[in-house]
Every structure is written in structure tokens, then in C-alpha cells.
């Protein structure tokens, strides 16, 4: 009997959930035809790879900051739905500030499973990086960022159990996680059942148990009222991340939800919410330590090449 209701009671979780991805959906679509389009040139379907769902967007910006910083966003749905053309709003809202904005579409479940996603968003940044002068962006400041599957995505590509061979990870300065599920147990759940292998423990699977030490900063963006991913997600990465001596900080933004979260980044909302201000504060702290960072590089290697030559003078 016990079995029963606690079966029932996940299905009815599962539907409200669902439901709550299907309105939003109706949502975007609503935002997206009000969202204004002045801040951005949209180059539309380029294939990053050779299968149908291997295509992304790319908003370039009318005002660049210096640098061309590019924010690349991968779309939640729970592995199995969404699209790349439903973030027009979040084109514009970080081309408003100066960011060039891609946004790219990946393979679904249950068609596909992990680490199906992962792949693709490699292929994707492995491309952009080689085809940057063509396609009129740099990715010398890279900046990932994701929403829900989305946000659990971006930090596989960085942590992950056979790590990728990601041609560009080197310039990537900073990744946002926006209510993402970044360490717990999809064996059973009624929604993320389907997008794995029910066979492998997620302790294989899952970016917490992956992190390694290094320079990128690290931001977890936590919805107050999120009624699915458990705000411990981002606590338990963040504790980790800093065991590790990376940087990391959660941003808890007050009455949004798992959904509202991201559309509170809407230019049309924005206002009215710390997102979107909250994410810009970080990016500009993190490209200012980046620029303070290859400076010192610089300044290192110029002593030493000076030592050398000093060193060199006195032999003689």
C-alpha cells in the first residue's frame, strides 16, 4: 500500500512538473514576439555538426564590449524537449549588455541518453572556436551558461568522468548554472529517468564528483520557490568547487521559481528581478580577473626574458 502511494505520488509530481515545462513553453512563445530585436544581428541555423539536431543561433551584438565576450547558452527541458528558438529573449538580454549570445540545440531523450548532450555541446564549442573568424565572433572570452539540463550540461562539458577534449576550454573564464541539477539520483525519477542509463550509478555521472582545480569562476543561480531541482544541488557543487580552490559563489534569487528564474532574465521583466544584475555583476568581475590574470602573465614573463638578458650581459 505504501509502495502504491509513493508511486502515485511521483506521478503526480512528475505530471505537475511536466505541466509547468509546458507552460512555459506557451510563456516563451508570448515573450519571445514581445522582446525587442535592436541590440542584435540573428544568424540563424548553422550546423555545427552533421545531424538534424546539431544547429545553433548566433546573436551578435551591435555594441561589443571589449573583446567580444561570448555567452554560450544551452536551453533546459529535462533532456527532452526544447529548442533553440524559443531564447530570443535571452539573445537579446545579454546583447543589450555588449555579449555576443549562441544558442544551440542538442539531441533529446529517450531517443538519446547520456552523455549524448555532452557531445554535442563539445562539438559546438570545439566548432565555434575553430570557425570564430567566419563567423565574426571570439571566443577568446567564453562564458557558458545553462538553465536546468542546460545548466547541468555546461558543467559536464568542464566535469565529466572521460574528459573531452574541449580545444577551448582554456579561454573559458566563466560558466553560470541557472537552477541546475548538478549531483543526485536519476534512478527512478519520473522525469530524468529516460535521459540515462538506468544501469550506471550516478556517482559516475554526475559534475560534482568530477571537479578538478582551475581558473574558471563559477556562478549557481538558485530559484527561492524551485519545486524541482533541491536548492542542495547547488550547495553541494559550490562546497566542492571550493574544496577544490576554484571560485564559486550561489545567488538565490527571491520569488522565482524553477521556470521564472530564466525568464526573469528578460529584458521586458528584468527590472523587476536580481538576475539578470546579479549575472552581469559576476561577468564583469570575471573578465576584469581574467584581463588582471593575463597581465600578470605577461608582466611575469617580461621580468624573466629581462633577467635573462641580464644574466646573459654578465656571463660575457
Known amino acids: 500500500m505504501q509502495i502504491l502511494q509513493n508511486l502515485q505520488r ?22 519571445n514576439h514581445l522582446t ?41 527541458g529535462a533532456w527532452q524537449h526544447g529548442d533553440k528558438k524559443d531564447y530570443v529573449f535571452i539573445g537579446e538580454a545579454f546583447t543589450r549588455e555588449g555579449y555576443d549570445v549562441v544558442v544551440l540545440n542538442y539531441h533529446l ?12 555541446l563539445t562539438l559546438a564549442l570545439n566548432y565555434l572556436d575553430q570557425h570564430q573568424q567566419e563567423l565574426y565572433i571570439s571566443t577568446e572570452q567564453l562564458i557558458l551558461m545553462g538553465h536546468s539540463a542546460g545548466a547541468f550540461n555546461v558543467m559536464s562539458a568542464i566535469y565529466h568522468p572521460t574528459p573531452y577534449t574541449l ?13 541546475g541539477p548538478y549531483h543526485f539520483d536519476y534512478k ?24 578538478d582545480h582551475n581558473p574558471i569562476r563559477h556562478c549557481l543561480v538558485v530559484a527561492e520557490n524551485d519545486q524541482v531541482v533541491k536548492k542542495s544541488n ?23 521559481g524553477h521556470i521564472t528564474v530564466l525568464g526573469s532574465l528578460s529584458s521586458l521583466f528584468s527590472w523587476h528581478f536580481q538576475t ?20 600578470n ?20
Open 297 to 316: 602573465i605577461q608582466q611575469l614573463a617580461f621580468h624573466e626574458v629581462r633577467a635573462q638578458s641580464w644574466n646573459g650581459q654578465y656571463c660575457l
Open 234 to 256: 547547488s550547495d553541494d557543487l559550490d562546497q566542492q568547487l571550493r574544496q577544490c580552490g576554484n571560485y564559486s559563489q550561489i545567488v538565490m534569487i527571491p520569488k522565482t
Open 188 to 211: 527512478g525519477d519520473p522525469i530524468a529517468q529516460d535521459a540515462f542509463d538506468q544501469n550506471i550509478p550516478y556517482h559516475e555521472v554526475m559534475p560534482y564528483y568530477f571537479v
Open 109 to 120: 531523450a529517450p531517443q538519446h541518453i547520456f552523455p549524448s548532450y555532452i557531445d554535442d
Open 10 to 31: 511521483l506521478t503526480t509530481q512528475a505530471k505537475l512538473r511536466y505541466q509547468e515545462f509546458r507552460l512555459y513553453d506557451a510563456a516563451s512563445y508570448m515573450l
Open 276 to 295: 539578470k544584475q546579479s549575472i552581469l555583476n559576476f561577468l564583469d568581475e570575471a573578465l576584469k580577473a581574467s584581463q588582471l590574470a593575463f597581465f
Open 36 to 76: 525587442p530585436r535592436q541590440s542584435f544581428e540573428l544568424n540563424q541555423d548553422i550546423a555545427y555538426g552533421t545531424k538534424a539536431r546539431q544547429l545553433l543561433d548566433i546573436y551578435r551584438t551591435t555594441h561589443p564590449l571589449p573583446q567580444r565576450p561570448l555567452i554560450v547558452f544551452v536551453h533546459g
Open 167 to 179: 580545444e577551448c576550454r582554456s579561454k573559458i573564464k566563466a560558466v553560470i548554472g541557472i537552477a
